[in-house]
């Protein structure tokens, strides 16, 4: 049973930056593409970054050019380093491997907020 527990959230104003961090338990991590995630209350869970297990990234149109979503295979560690934070990006923040995914974790709040 993959265990997924993230970390790094909190409380930010606009323009700040904060970087999560998500470990996995077991030897999987590194053969898989893996994402972040985010949920917002009363939203669906949206993917917004990925990696793959050759350190290529995709991001949404939302976070390009603010997020940066990187691995340590090494460590079986997800991070993501957010810049230029804005309101509209609060919300739980999840990692997970790419569909089908393993359980969730219980994923690190993220607020933005002045």
């Known amino acids: 049973q993959v265990q997924l527990v993230e970390s790094g959230g909190g409380l930010v104003q606009p323009g700040g930056s904060l970087r999560l961090s998500c470990t996995v338990s077991?030897?999987?991590?590194?053969?898989?593409?893996m994402g972040w995630y985010r949920q917002a209350p009363g939203n669906q869970r949206d993917l917004v970054a990925t990696?793959?297990?050759?350190?290529?990234?995709k991001y949404a149109d939302s976070v390009k050019g603010r997020f940066t979503i990187s691995r340590d295979n090494a460590k079986s560690t997800l991070y993501l380093q957010m810049n230029s934070l804005k309101p509209e990006d609060t919300a739980v923040y999840y990692c997970?491997?790419?569909?089908?995914?393993?359980?969730w974790g219980q994923g690190t709040q993220v607020t933005v907020s002045s």
């Open positions: 997970n491997k790419l569909s089908p995914a393993w359980s």
């Open positions: 077991g030897n999987l991590f590194s053969i898989y593409a």
């Open positions: 990696v793959s297990g050759i350190h290529a990234t």
